[in-house]
């Protein structure tokens, strides 16, 4: 088992959304930013390429964060996600320099501590202390939603499957630009988008490993419109209301028609 | 053992409609995140989400105040609700007394959702004189796909269940993957491009998807309605057109032909800035590829030729046959609530009204039921509109209005206004009495963002800070003391009436979160049957779809489409051009804010601090300014500060600047720093639509050069540590 996501760079609309749903899940300090969007605009003389790179930690496989750590407090699990446990980090930001993808941020001592500088806590800030504690003085980044995937786990849940034991960036995606779940097997979603769509990862040849792989593409293109059984119902929205009465009746004549 | 509760909603950052699922405890929102189960299957965006710094924002209005110095001076004094609604009703009562009911203007911003709300005050006091930013967005567009299909509400169908998505979508002017504006919703329409065949993008500045699709044109600012009409040409020459649907559908088609018959690819190369094989291909791709969806955006609405540049776009819907088939533009089956603009509606719309809306006898299209705005800023100024008091809610007209120094004068001469809204900003500082209003997670209201198939609950989350109040309770309560017949009980007597079509009552209704028409209950090719019309036929006055209007022409307006050149562009101004050299456009926004909202939001102001102008590289150099610089933008009206982004996706000699900027942390004096970035500034209120009375605000001339540094005088330059901008990182 080894928990990776596939970001599709064709559907990512700069949104933001993965950032404000991170801060949210994890009581995150002002400033302190897990995933990042990186712009990249370029034009070759040929074409223009306007793209968003959401990056966050990639959870390589061969960490050089973990590696550079002198007191194991970045350390791998057995599922492949790169964690810290603060409670052993003393803030020597040796990983912060070692990871090449600049993935980690430090939790300065002096950070105003505040969403509002000029005043007192918010209510979100103040339960965030008790919920979802951060040590200033220490490093931190994107681990992959990792007590989502436990607590998940732990009830039977499937990560990427079952929202509840999902990343909280892969479930807040509009463009539903993020895919989460097991690289090691094959048929895994991840698995099949990776093999379908030549999904790559960044800076391959630093033989770092990640976990993280992107795949793009032109839209459109698409060999049929045709719309699946299931999207002709709305079945998948039908059970919002029971005001409305999924209408079996009135498909099966239309069908007939 | 801490106490965890759940509630669902709906919500209200952009236009809306997200399901929502927030959790709180002991009383404190901990979590918000989308609804699976809910119409956008549990997806949210950087605003919506972002509202728990609304609901904890220590900058929020939390009493009723009144303005106690000189307008725009900032200084306040808190008053009690009953002062507050006494003095408002004392001040409209003289209003409509002594010199006329339509003395009393009631303005609004895009929505918390008020809109019916607005109206049915407005008409309960007697008066049509409503100022909402309709007339640059949304409005115009439904009144000319009312005109030409005779329902007056297109939408996009993407949603597949009428068993097929658009094969060709066209996205024009419009991000609306960054927010669900104009009743579309981004979810939908990002989920449709799966099964899309042709995408086109028809942007001068790259959107999110402009480089992934199959084809992105790039026009001048403010020459769409030529594409259209090319578009149509081609469309015609080759013989693509729907000949079932023309044939036996649609009126006027032979005059049509004859109109677009000078829109040569050449021709439209020639006023577009493109190239003629990209006119060509768009036209097969749309005509050829059938079904296909025009999502249209509300920049095509901010120019002077906006009416006739959405007749052509909707007559090139129906040359295609895109109209009411499934996986193309369709008009919704209402859900059995029916129509919720009912709680206007029903009340009646008098010739006594009608006869003093400011801009009627000039505007006919669009000053119908409300005002044309910029009309009433040019005759307030001139002393010939009396208005004696203006009541508004959330907009920030002084922002988002054309010439913003003619804006700030008018506003400045109203003898009373009263703004309600959930943060101190500009518009509350020219009012006289300032209003507290309620977030989307602070009241109960139904969420009817434009009607569509379907309408959903805001469920109240928390309680408002201090004495704010949900703008449903203000409306009642200053609609009750005028008019008590025509307001309601409560809140939820108001919200129960409302729903009563639908045999709901609001306690009902929020505990399902949503009434809706979907699936097979939706009804495709509604004018092959009786729907509209005995025998099968569109309602209007032909019970055909009208590429000709004879009711246009009554007006005195051209019947068909016709092509005109912006106010002020290189060919309708070449003695401007060559003093503003560059085309300008006011049209760049961001997917973190919506309109003039959320900069005092630390979340989401994160996102990009200053507000931003971009240029082509090449222009870039052309005109010795380089990234990062902050530049003055500058107009025969006026000159602004942004920051220049050197973007490659941006069409070469456009300019596209941050709409609405304004700066909550700047001083009350010079309406927190209106006149620093706000591209009004330079925007024309002279040349105005004849329809609908929209000015060019997306195509204007202008120049640019960097801004010296002794020029940077005010707070925002000074530092990074202030106001909503998070400070900057402190290494130790």
């Known amino acids: ?257 | 053992m801490a106490n965890r509760e759940v509630i669902y909603s709906t919500c209200k950052s952009c236009h809306g409609g997200c399901g929502v699922k927030v959790t709180k405890e002991d009383g404190v929102i901990v979590h918000i995140e989308g609804n699976p189960n809910s119409l956008t299957g549990g997806t949210m965006c950087s605003k919506g989400l972002s509202s728990i710094q609304h609901v904890d924002n220590p900058y929020r209005l939390k009493y009723p105040m009144k303005q106690v110095g000189k307008k725009g001076t900032g200084k306040w004094k808190r008053i009690s609700w009953d002062e507050a609604l006494d003095t408002i009703e004392a001040k409209m009562r003289d209003a409509i007394d002594n010199y006329g009911a339509h003395t009393v203007a009631i303005s609004q911003g895009t929505g918390r959702g008020y809109n019916r709300y607005t109206h049915r005050l407005a008409r309960s006091l007697g008066t049509a004189n409503i100022i909402t930013p309709g007339y640059v967005c949304h409005s115009p567009r439904l009144g000319l796909y009312g005109l030409v299909t005779g329902y007056g509400r297109l939408y996009c169908d993407y949603h597949g269940w009428g068993g097929e998505f658009p094969k060709t979508n066209i996205v024009w002017a419009k991000q609306l993957e960054i927010s669900s504006a104009d009743s579309e919703m981004c979810y939908w329409f990002m989920k449709s491009l799966d099964y899309c065949k042709n995408f086109i993008v028809i942007d001068p500045r790259a959107s999110a998807y402009a480089t992934r699709a199959t084809l992105w044109i790039q026009p001048r600012p403010g020459t769409d309605c030529a594409l259209a009409m090319g578009m149509m040409n081609v469309i015609i020459e080759e013989e693509l057109w729907d000949k079932e649907f023309v044939d036996n559908w649609t009126f006027g088609f032979d005059e049509l032909r004859e109109r677009v018959k000078e829109f040569t690819p050449e021709k439209v190369s020639e006023i577009c800035w493109i190239p003629k094989e990209q006119v060509i291909e768009a036209a097969r791709m749309w005509a050829i590829d059938t079904p296909g969806c025009i999502q249209v955006g509300s920049s095509l609405e901010r120019q002077a030729n906006c009416g006739h540049t959405l007749r052509a776009i909707t007559c090139l819907m129906g040359l295609a046959g895109n109209i009411e088939r499934p996986g193309s533009m369709i008009s919704w089956v209402l859900p059995e609530t029916g129509l919720i603009e009912d709680v206007f509606l029903e009340l009646p719309y008098t010739d006594e009204m009608r006869s003093h809306v400011i801009g009627i006898d000039k505007y006919k299209m669009g000053a119908a039921r409300t005002c044309n705005p910029d009309t009433l800023v040019k005759k307030v100024i001139a002393g010939e509109a009396p208005i004696k008091v203006w009541f508004s809610v959330g907009g920030q007209q002084i922002v988002h209005m054309a010439n913003t120094k003619e804006v700030v004068e008018a506003i400045e001469k109203v003898e009373f206004m009263v703004h309600c809204d959930l943060f101190m900003g500009p518009m509350c500082e020219a009012a006289d009495i300032i209003l507290p209003a309620a977030h989307w997670l602070e009241i109960d209201d139904i969420y009817d963002m434009h009607p569509r198939f379907m309408i959903e609950a805001h469920n109240k989350v928390v309680d408002p800070p201090g004495e704010a109040k949900s703008d449903h309770w203000i409306f009642n309560e200053v609609g009750k003391r005028i008019n008590p017949e025509a307001w309601f009980e409560s809140e939820e007597k108001s919200l129960d009436h409302q729903l009563r079509k639908g045999g709901l009552t609001w306690e009902k209704f929020s505990e399902n979160l949503v009434s809706g028409c979907w699936g097979p209950d939706q009804v495709y090719y509604k004018y092959k049957t009786d729907y509209w019309k005995e025998g099968g036929g569109f309602p209007t006055p032909t019970g055909k779809f009208e590429f000709h209007s004879n009711h246009l022409e009554s007006l005195g307006y051209d019947p068909l489409p016709v092509y005109n050149e912006p106010g002020e562009s290189p060919v309708s101004r070449p003695d401007l051009f060559k003093e503003y050299p560059i085309v300008m456009s006011t049209g760049f926004r961001q997917p973190w804010y919506f309109l003039s909202q959320y900069r005092n939001i630390p979340w989401l102001r994160s996102f990009m601090e200053f507000p931003q102008c971009q240029l082509h590289p090449d222009t870039a150099k052309q005109y010795g300014v380089e990234d990062g610089d902050i530049i003055w933008i500058e107009s025969p009206r006026g000159k602004i500060r942004q920051k220049l982004h050197v973007f490659p996706g941006i069409k070469k000699g456009v300019l596209m600047a941050t709409a609405n900027c304004f700066y909550p942390e700047e001083p009350s004096e010079g309406y927190h720093g209106l006149m620093i970035s706000n591209p009004n500034v330079l925007t024309s209120n002279d040349h105005l639509d004849p329809m609908y009375g929209s000015p060019d605000l997306t195509c204007l001339l202008c120049k640019v050069y960097k801004a010296k540094d002794e020029e940077l005088t005010e707070e925002v330059f000074r530092s990074e540590e202030y106001g909503f901008v998070p400070p900057k990182d402190e290494e130790d």
């Open chain 1, 1 to 257: 088992m080894r928990w990776g996501m596939v970001i599709n760079l064709a559907k990512c609309t700069r949104c933001h959304g993965c950032i404000a749903a991170c801060r949210i899940e994890h009581f995150l300090p002002l400033r302190m930013t897990w995933p990042r969007l990186i712009a990249l605009e370029t034009d070759d003389g040929f074409s223009v390429d306007v793209s968003t790179y959401p990056v966050r930690c990639n959870q390589c496989k061969e960490a050089p964060c973990v590696e550079v750590c002198p007191t194991e407090a970045s350390y791998k699990r057995e599922d492949g996600i790169v964690a810290i446990d603060s409670n052993k980090c003393f803030g020597c930001r040796y990983c912060v320099i070692a990871c090449p993808y600049q993935n980690r941020t430090y939790l300065s001592r002096k950070r105003n501590p505040n969403y509002f500088p000029e005043h007192a806590k918010t209510g979100f800030e103040k339960k965030g202390k008790q919920i979802y504690p951060h040590q200033v003085g220490t490093t931190e980044k994107c681990n992959f939603c990792m007590e989502r995937i436990d607590a998940g786990l732990a009830k039977g849940l499937k990560p990427g499957i079952d929202r509840e034991a999902t990343p909280a960036c892969v479930n807040i995606c509009q463009a539903r630009a993020l895919t989460f779940g097991d690289l090691d097997d094959p048929n895994s979603n991840v698995s099949k988008l990776i093999r379908e769509k030549n999904g790559f990862v960044l800076h391959d040849e630093y033989g770092t490993e990640p976990s993280v792989y992107y795949i793009d593409y032109k839209l459109g293109g698409a060999p049929s419109n045709k719309a699946p059984i299931e999207a002709q119902t709305g079945s998948h929205i039908q059970h919002l209301s029971s005001v409305y009465a999924p209408s079996k009746e009135k498909l099966a004549k239309k069908n007939a028609d």
